[in-house]
Protein backbone atom coordinates (compact mmCIF):
# COMPACT_ATOMS: atom_id res chain seq x y z
CA UNK A 1 0.00 0.00 0.00
CA UNK A 2 1.22 3.29 -0.66
CA UNK A 3 2.41 6.07 1.86
CA UNK A 4 -0.86 8.03 0.62
CA UNK A 5 -3.06 5.13 1.22
CA UNK A 6 -1.80 4.31 4.70
CA UNK A 7 -2.31 7.33 6.15
CA UNK A 8 -5.79 8.75 7.42
CA UNK A 9 -5.26 12.04 8.11
CA UNK A 10 -8.74 13.48 7.40
CA UNK A 11 -10.71 11.64 10.70
CA UNK A 12 -14.87 10.49 9.57
CA UNK A 13 -17.72 11.69 11.78
CA UNK A 14 -17.84 8.56 13.45
CA UNK A 15 -13.75 8.53 14.23
CA UNK A 16 -14.57 11.97 15.67
CA UNK A 17 -17.42 10.88 17.97
CA UNK A 18 -14.98 7.81 19.12
CA UNK A 19 -12.51 10.74 20.09
CA UNK A 20 -15.03 12.95 21.77
CA UNK A 21 -15.91 9.76 23.51
CA UNK A 22 -12.48 8.74 24.44
CA UNK A 23 -11.94 12.66 26.27
CA UNK A 24 -14.73 12.04 28.02
CA UNK A 25 -13.68 8.88 29.53
CA UNK A 26 -10.33 10.04 30.37
CA UNK A 27 -12.06 12.94 31.90
CA UNK A 28 -14.08 10.84 34.12
CA UNK A 29 -11.15 7.74 35.24
CA UNK A 30 -10.23 8.88 38.15
CA UNK A 31 -13.58 9.00 40.00
CA UNK A 32 -14.31 5.24 39.11
CA UNK A 33 -10.40 4.19 39.10
CA UNK A 34 -7.91 3.86 42.17
CA UNK A 35 -4.60 5.74 42.54
CA UNK A 36 -2.68 3.14 40.68
CA UNK A 37 -5.01 3.07 37.68
CA UNK A 38 -4.94 6.22 37.50
CA UNK A 39 -1.24 6.78 37.46
CA UNK A 40 -0.62 3.93 34.95
CA UNK A 41 -3.55 6.17 32.67
CA UNK A 42 -1.35 9.54 33.17
CA UNK A 43 1.81 7.33 32.22
CA UNK A 44 -0.07 5.91 28.88
CA UNK A 45 -0.87 10.17 28.01
CA UNK A 46 2.44 10.86 28.39
CA UNK A 47 3.62 8.24 26.02
CA UNK A 48 0.76 8.94 23.27
CA UNK A 49 2.80 12.33 23.62
CA UNK A 50 5.69 11.04 23.20
CA UNK A 51 3.98 8.81 19.86
CA UNK A 52 2.60 11.80 18.68
CA UNK A 53 5.63 13.70 18.47
CA UNK A 54 7.44 10.91 16.53
CA UNK A 55 3.93 10.94 14.45
CA UNK A 56 4.67 14.22 12.81
CA UNK A 57 8.13 13.20 11.64
CA UNK A 58 7.14 9.26 10.60
CA UNK A 59 3.45 9.33 9.68
CA UNK A 60 3.26 13.25 8.01
CA UNK A 61 7.18 14.16 6.92
CA UNK A 62 7.64 10.54 6.17
CA UNK A 63 11.12 10.00 8.27
CA UNK A 64 11.46 7.65 10.40
CA UNK A 65 13.79 7.72 13.23
CA UNK A 66 15.17 4.78 15.34
CA UNK A 67 16.45 7.47 18.00
CA UNK A 68 13.65 9.88 19.04
CA UNK A 69 13.87 8.96 22.64
CA UNK A 70 17.31 10.92 22.58
CA UNK A 71 14.83 13.61 22.96
CA UNK A 72 12.60 12.39 25.21
CA UNK A 73 15.50 11.58 27.81
CA UNK A 74 17.18 15.10 27.41
CA UNK A 75 14.11 16.68 29.09
CA UNK A 76 14.01 14.13 31.99
CA UNK A 77 17.77 15.23 33.00
CA UNK A 78 17.35 18.44 32.37
CA UNK A 79 14.59 18.48 35.10
CA UNK A 80 16.43 15.81 37.08
CA UNK A 81 19.50 18.79 37.28
CA UNK A 82 16.88 22.22 37.64
CA UNK A 83 15.38 20.63 40.82
CA UNK A 84 17.63 21.08 43.94
CA UNK A 85 17.78 18.62 46.37
CA UNK A 86 16.28 20.01 49.24
CA UNK A 87 12.75 21.28 47.80
CA UNK A 88 10.58 21.78 44.44
CA UNK A 89 11.85 23.90 41.16
CA UNK A 90 9.32 26.11 39.51
CA UNK A 91 7.37 24.55 36.61
CA UNK A 92 6.88 27.83 34.67
CA UNK A 93 10.48 28.04 33.99
CA UNK A 94 11.71 24.79 33.88
CA UNK A 95 9.11 23.36 31.35
CA UNK A 96 9.78 25.46 28.70
CA UNK A 97 13.75 25.29 29.73
CA UNK A 98 13.90 21.68 28.92
CA UNK A 99 11.49 21.66 26.08
CA UNK A 100 13.71 24.13 24.71
CA UNK A 101 17.12 21.86 25.29
CA UNK A 102 15.61 18.71 23.73
CA UNK A 103 14.50 21.08 20.60
CA UNK A 104 17.99 22.25 20.67
CA UNK A 105 19.36 19.32 20.71
CA UNK A 106 17.38 18.00 17.76
CA UNK A 107 17.90 20.68 16.28
CA UNK A 108 21.28 20.37 16.15
CA UNK A 109 21.49 16.49 15.57
CA UNK A 110 18.61 17.11 12.59
CA UNK A 111 21.08 20.16 10.83
CA UNK A 112 23.37 17.12 9.98
CA UNK A 113 20.72 13.82 10.12
CA UNK A 114 17.96 15.70 7.45
CA UNK A 115 20.54 16.10 4.84
CA UNK A 116 20.59 12.33 4.17
CA UNK A 117 17.66 9.89 3.11
CA UNK A 118 15.98 6.46 2.90
CA UNK A 119 18.31 3.66 5.23
CA UNK A 120 21.01 5.99 5.66
CA UNK A 121 18.85 8.74 7.57
CA UNK A 122 17.18 5.90 9.67
CA UNK A 123 20.97 4.75 10.16
CA UNK A 124 22.31 7.90 11.27
CA UNK A 125 19.38 8.89 14.10
CA UNK A 126 19.95 5.58 15.52
CA UNK A 127 23.61 6.57 15.46
CA UNK A 128 23.28 10.19 16.88
CA UNK A 129 20.77 8.15 19.83
CA UNK A 130 23.77 6.02 20.98
CA UNK A 131 26.37 8.32 21.27
CA UNK A 132 23.70 10.56 23.19
CA UNK A 133 22.76 7.39 25.09
CA UNK A 134 26.40 6.50 26.09
CA UNK A 135 27.63 9.78 27.14
CA UNK A 136 25.14 9.59 30.03
CA UNK A 137 25.47 6.03 30.64
CA UNK A 138 29.06 6.30 30.96
CA UNK A 139 29.49 9.89 32.35
CA UNK A 140 29.02 9.47 36.67
CA UNK A 141 28.83 13.13 36.74
CA UNK A 142 26.13 13.12 34.14
CA UNK A 143 24.07 10.18 36.41
CA UNK A 144 25.93 7.08 34.91
CA UNK A 145 24.28 4.00 34.22
CA UNK A 146 22.05 4.45 37.88
CA UNK A 147 20.75 7.49 36.75
CA UNK A 148 19.26 10.48 38.75
CA UNK A 149 16.27 10.72 41.25
CA UNK A 150 13.66 13.73 41.12
CA UNK A 151 13.02 14.49 44.94
CA UNK A 152 10.17 16.48 43.98
CA UNK A 153 7.72 17.27 41.39
CA UNK A 154 7.62 20.40 39.78
CA UNK A 155 5.67 23.20 41.56
CA UNK A 156 2.96 24.69 39.58
CA UNK A 157 1.94 27.17 42.49
CA UNK A 158 -1.58 27.37 40.92
CA UNK A 159 -2.16 24.01 41.64
CA UNK A 160 -0.45 20.58 43.36
CA UNK A 161 1.07 18.46 40.93
CA UNK A 162 2.11 16.03 43.86
CA UNK A 163 -1.92 14.84 44.33
CA UNK A 164 -1.88 12.22 41.83
CA UNK A 165 -5.35 13.55 40.75
CA UNK A 166 -4.41 16.58 40.00
CA UNK A 167 -0.98 15.39 38.04
CA UNK A 168 -3.46 13.37 36.12
CA UNK A 169 -5.53 15.52 34.44
CA UNK A 170 -2.39 18.27 33.98
CA UNK A 171 -1.28 15.60 31.58
CA UNK A 172 -4.36 14.88 30.05
CA UNK A 173 -5.15 19.00 29.19
CA UNK A 174 -1.38 18.54 28.29
CA UNK A 175 -2.41 15.69 25.61
CA UNK A 176 -5.47 17.57 24.42
CA UNK A 177 -3.50 21.26 23.97
CA UNK A 178 -0.83 19.37 22.01
CA UNK A 179 -3.55 17.17 19.44
CA UNK A 180 -5.28 20.43 19.00
CA UNK A 181 -1.83 21.97 17.86
CA UNK A 182 -1.15 19.27 15.65
CA UNK A 183 -4.28 18.23 13.73
CA UNK A 184 -4.41 22.47 13.44
CA UNK A 185 -0.43 22.12 11.85
CA UNK A 186 -1.33 19.36 9.70
CA UNK A 187 -3.85 21.35 7.45
CA UNK A 188 -1.45 24.63 7.41
CA UNK A 189 0.23 25.31 4.56
CA UNK A 190 3.65 24.13 6.46
CA UNK A 191 1.59 20.95 7.29
CA UNK A 192 0.65 20.50 3.35
CA UNK A 193 4.70 21.00 2.98
CA UNK A 194 5.63 18.39 4.94
CA UNK A 195 2.89 15.64 3.36
CA UNK A 196 3.93 16.93 0.12
CA UNK A 197 7.17 15.99 0.92
CA UNK A 198 6.20 12.86 2.16
CA UNK A 199 4.99 11.88 -1.31
CA UNK A 200 6.93 13.28 -3.55
CA UNK A 201 10.42 15.05 -2.29
CA UNK A 202 11.51 15.89 -5.77
CA UNK A 203 8.51 17.22 -7.29
CA UNK A 204 8.62 19.74 -4.34
CA UNK A 205 11.74 21.30 -4.54
CA UNK A 206 11.25 21.32 -8.27
CA UNK A 207 7.78 23.52 -7.53
CA UNK A 208 10.52 25.75 -5.48
CA UNK A 209 10.08 24.15 -1.74
CA UNK A 210 13.32 24.54 0.23
CA UNK A 211 12.73 20.52 1.50
CA UNK A 212 15.89 20.61 3.72
CA UNK A 213 14.38 23.84 5.83
CA UNK A 214 11.10 22.18 5.79
CA UNK A 215 12.63 18.61 7.23
CA UNK A 216 14.60 20.78 9.94
CA UNK A 217 11.73 22.50 11.16
CA UNK A 218 9.66 19.51 11.52
CA UNK A 219 12.99 17.38 13.21
CA UNK A 220 13.35 20.37 16.04
CA UNK A 221 9.49 20.61 16.55
CA UNK A 222 9.63 16.69 16.79
CA UNK A 223 12.04 16.61 19.37
CA UNK A 224 10.93 19.63 21.39
CA UNK A 225 7.36 17.70 21.65
CA UNK A 226 8.93 14.25 23.22
CA UNK A 227 11.11 16.70 25.45
CA UNK A 228 7.33 17.96 26.58
CA UNK A 229 7.08 14.12 27.20
CA UNK A 230 10.09 13.35 28.85
CA UNK A 231 9.60 16.22 31.56
CA UNK A 232 6.48 14.56 32.36
CA UNK A 233 7.48 10.96 32.61
CA UNK A 234 10.62 12.30 34.87
CA UNK A 235 8.00 14.29 36.73
CA UNK A 236 5.27 11.46 37.23
CA UNK A 237 8.31 9.10 37.77
CA UNK A 238 10.83 10.84 39.75
CA UNK A 239 13.54 8.98 38.16
CA UNK A 240 15.08 9.43 35.06
CA UNK A 241 18.08 7.21 33.74
CA UNK A 242 19.94 6.53 30.29
CA UNK A 243 17.13 3.76 29.37
CA UNK A 244 14.89 6.40 28.41
CA UNK A 245 17.19 7.43 25.56
CA UNK A 246 18.21 3.95 24.86
CA UNK A 247 16.91 2.34 21.43
CA UNK A 248 14.06 -0.27 23.10
CA UNK A 249 12.65 3.38 23.67
CA UNK A 250 12.64 4.60 20.09
CA UNK A 251 11.49 1.36 19.24
CA UNK A 252 8.49 1.42 21.36
CA UNK A 253 7.60 4.69 19.95
CA UNK A 254 7.43 3.59 16.67
CA UNK A 255 5.27 0.25 17.07
CA UNK A 256 2.76 2.98 19.30
CA UNK A 257 2.61 5.09 15.60
CA UNK A 258 2.29 1.67 13.25
CA UNK A 259 -0.20 -0.13 15.97
CA UNK A 260 -2.43 3.34 15.80
CA UNK A 261 -2.16 4.36 12.31
CA UNK A 262 0.56 6.78 10.76
CA UNK A 263 -0.53 10.52 9.79
CA UNK A 264 -3.36 11.29 12.03
CA UNK A 265 -2.40 11.56 15.45
CA UNK A 266 -5.67 10.09 17.28
CA UNK A 267 -3.77 6.91 15.80
CA UNK A 268 -0.44 7.73 17.57
CA UNK A 269 -2.89 7.92 20.86
CA UNK A 270 -4.52 4.93 20.60
CA UNK A 271 -1.31 3.34 19.67
CA UNK A 272 0.21 4.39 22.98
CA UNK A 273 -2.69 3.42 24.98
CA UNK A 274 -2.91 -0.29 22.92
CA UNK A 275 0.64 -0.95 23.31
CA UNK A 276 1.09 -0.42 27.30
CA UNK A 277 -2.15 -2.57 27.57
CA UNK A 278 -1.16 -5.39 25.44
CA UNK A 279 2.41 -5.02 26.99
CA UNK A 280 0.64 -5.64 31.16
CA UNK A 281 -1.89 -8.21 29.14
CA UNK A 282 1.43 -10.08 27.66
CA UNK A 283 3.25 -9.67 30.93
CA UNK A 284 0.92 -11.39 33.10
CA UNK A 285 0.25 -14.37 30.52
CA UNK A 286 0.60 -17.44 32.93
CA UNK A 287 3.16 -20.54 32.20
CA UNK A 288 2.04 -23.48 30.18
CA UNK A 289 3.64 -26.36 31.08
CA UNK A 290 7.79 -25.19 31.59
CA UNK A 291 7.20 -22.18 29.19
CA UNK A 292 6.77 -19.19 30.40
CA UNK A 293 4.44 -17.08 28.33
CA UNK A 294 4.48 -13.70 30.42
CA UNK A 295 8.52 -13.76 30.48
CA UNK A 296 8.81 -13.85 26.63
CA UNK A 297 5.94 -11.12 26.31
CA UNK A 298 8.34 -9.26 23.61
CA UNK A 299 7.71 -11.89 21.26
CA UNK A 300 4.01 -11.81 21.61
CA UNK A 301 3.94 -8.02 20.87
CA UNK A 302 6.52 -8.58 17.91
CA UNK A 303 3.90 -11.06 16.06
CA UNK A 304 0.85 -8.74 16.91
CA UNK A 305 2.73 -5.56 15.51
CA UNK A 306 3.87 -7.52 12.30
CA UNK A 307 -0.01 -8.89 11.53
CA UNK A 308 -0.96 -5.61 11.95
CA UNK A 309 1.09 -4.29 9.56
CA UNK A 310 0.27 -7.20 7.38
CA UNK A 311 -3.68 -7.08 7.80
CA UNK A 312 -4.22 -3.49 9.13
CA UNK A 313 -1.65 -1.19 7.16
CA UNK A 314 -3.54 1.83 8.65
CA UNK A 315 -3.61 0.54 12.06
CA UNK A 316 -6.24 0.17 14.16
CA UNK A 317 -7.67 3.47 13.81
CA UNK A 318 -8.33 2.10 10.00
CA UNK A 319 -9.79 -0.90 11.31
CA UNK A 320 -12.53 1.27 13.94
CA UNK A 321 -12.87 3.76 10.71
CA UNK A 322 -13.66 0.28 8.40
CA UNK A 323 -15.94 -0.88 10.68
CA UNK A 324 -17.90 2.03 11.74
CA UNK A 325 -18.26 2.56 8.05
CA UNK A 326 -20.12 -0.67 7.29
CA UNK A 327 -22.53 -0.25 10.17
CA UNK A 328 -23.69 3.31 8.64
CA UNK A 329 -26.93 2.32 6.58
CA UNK A 330 -26.39 2.71 2.88
CA UNK A 331 -28.60 4.76 0.54
CA UNK A 332 -31.49 2.91 -1.03
CA UNK A 333 -30.57 3.70 -5.34
CA UNK A 334 -33.54 5.60 -6.85
CA UNK A 335 -34.73 3.69 -9.69
CA UNK A 336 -34.04 6.20 -12.93
CA UNK A 337 -37.26 6.47 -15.35
CA UNK A 338 -37.65 4.44 -18.61
CA UNK A 339 -35.04 5.31 -20.61
CA UNK A 340 -32.52 7.58 -18.42
CA UNK A 341 -29.31 6.01 -16.29
CA UNK A 342 -28.73 6.41 -12.54
CA UNK A 343 -26.14 9.35 -11.96
CA UNK A 344 -22.98 7.73 -9.59
CA UNK A 345 -22.95 8.43 -5.87
Known amino acids: MSAVKANLE???????????????????????????????????????????????????TGLVSLGHAAYFGLAGYALAFLTPQDGPVSLWWTLPLA????????????????????????????????????????????????????????????FDLESKRVFYYFTLAVLALVYLFLRRLLFSPFGRALAGIRVNEHRMRAMGFSTFGYKLAAFTLSGALAGLAGYLWGAQTGFVNPELMGFHMSAHAIMMVILGGMGNFAGAIAGAFAFEYLLHAFKDLPSVGGFDAGKHWQLWMGLF?????????????????????????RATPVAAPLGEEVPDA
Open 305 to 329: IVLVVAFAPRGLLGVLEHLLRRREP
Open 99 to 158: VAASGLGALVIGFFVVRTRGIYFIMVTMAFAQMVFFLFFDNKALGGSDGIYINFKPNAHL
Open 10 to 60: TLPRSLQVVVVLGLIALLAFPFVGTDFYTQMVARMMILAIFAMSLDLLQGV
